[in-house]
């Protein structure tokens, strides 16, 4: 049994969905393996967990059965919905730490995890109903990935790292056909 009306979950899985798409968008044009459907479906996931947990704290306020369960009204009291969050970190980061790879003493994939680690905690408040919060945060995220991708490749550049040096900001060289 839901305590939130049909249409407010379906809203708050769109906005997941749509906001993990955007982050999935930038990851699919830069060629990484967490592209468009692995961002939706992390920023999907969240934000059902987040709603599960906040269903389970809202059935219990309103001293409603958890939807046929046996689970106790203690049990799902208000600290359900923490329980969810650290689920979901623990979670990401063991799924963020598979993209990361140590290759001839170079770092790969932490932009990557980050975007993984970003798009979950978007889904969560997009999933919570913080839609400010969540769109704020996804905006930050899209102006990093986007917007500072160019600045990270000049400074990269400066520092005598750059592609003329044999590789863009930590990465490995592009071929000249792989776009920007």
Do not use: C
Request: glycine share 16%; proline share 3%; aromatic share 2%.
């Amino acid at each position: 049994m839901d305590v939130l009306p049909t249409g407010e979950l379906a809203m708050r899985l769109g906005a997941a969905a749509l906001a993990g798409a955007l982050v999935g968008i930038d990851r699919e044009r830069h060629r990484h393996s967490a592209g468009l459907r692995t961002m939706i479906l992390v920023s999907t996931g969240s934000a059902l967990l987040a709603l599960v947990g906040l269903e389970l704290a809202l059935q219990a306020q309103a001293g409603l059965p958890a939807g046929g369960s046996e689970i106790s009204a203690g049990a799902r009291g208000a600290d359900a919905v923490s329980r969810v969050v650290q689920g979901i970190i623990g979670g990401i980061g063991f799924l963020g730490a598979g993209v990361v790879m140590r290759s001839e003493g170079r770092v790969r994939g932490i932009t990557t995890a980050a975007s993984i680690w970003v798009t979950a905690a978007i889904g969560l408040a997009l999933g919570l109903g913080m839609y400010t919060l969540g769109a704020m945060t996804l905006a930050l995220a899209l102006i990093a990935l986007v917007l500072l991708k160019p600045v990270e490749e000049d400074v990269a550049e400066l520092l005598g790292r750059g592609r003329k040096n044999g590789h863009a900001g930590g990465q490995e060289p592009r071929p000249p056909d792989a776009g920007a």
